[in-house]
């Protein structure tokens, strides 16, 4: 069963365009949510973190969007560029610091030039 | 600094054989976490050591074990490989067990033929 789920499966945008990748859990005991980028051969990096008691958090193009009562989660990349082109996965934990991360099945994001 | 290390990049076993992937964290973190990645199930958490102890189990069988080192080095093992071994294994460390920036390693490619 799949904790969280993430849609779309692929994303195609165009240079300068806006990238939105949406996540959804259900279980409210989890109280950490982080995104990660991955490249071809290489593993996933961290790249924008948030926590329920906060609904937004901005990290120069990278925007995580939050809906406690909606349990949604959602990354924003804006201008987005070629060099963004990478899957990006959703993730959650039951407590802070967990390393049992419960990841979502990622997102392939082809930025065209 | 070095980021955590993965050896063997790439391996190919047959069904029945045994396998051990070896894991060099972070100089400085001592929580190591273990990942299965496979396109189909995505990254699933296998389980996570801290100061040489077992602190968390994902939902794995019995043929797949890991451990711990005093110098905080990790090794998995999968035994009786089977043709749904095949996978990215990823290790992940943490300068503790209450920090959250989980810094991923390249992985180790696992083919079972």
Known sequence: QQQVKQSPQSLIVQKGGISIINCAYENTAFDYFPWYQQFPGKGPALLIAIRPDVSEKKEGRFTISFNKSAKQFSLHIMDSQPGDSATYFCAASKETGANNLFFGTGTRLTVIP | ?113
Request: with cysteine; hydrophobic share 30%.
């Open chain 2, 1 to 113: 600094k070095a980021g955590v290390t993965q050896t063997p990049r790439y391996l190919i076993k047959t069904r029945g054989q045994q396998v051990t992937l070896s894991c060099s964290p972070i100089s400085g973190h001592r929580s190591v976490s273990w990942y299965q990645q496979t396109p189909g199930q995505g990254l699933q958490f296998l389980f996570e050591y801290f100061s040489e102890t077992q602190r968390n189990k994902g939902n794995f069988p019995g043929r797949f074990s890991g451990r711990q080192f005093s110098n905080s080095r990790s090794e998995m093992n999968v035994s009786t490989l089977e043709l749904g071994d095949s996978a990215l294994y990823l290790c992940a460390s943490k300068s503790g067990a209450g920090a959250n920036v989980l810094t991923f390693g390249a992985g180790s490619r696992l083919t079972v033929l």
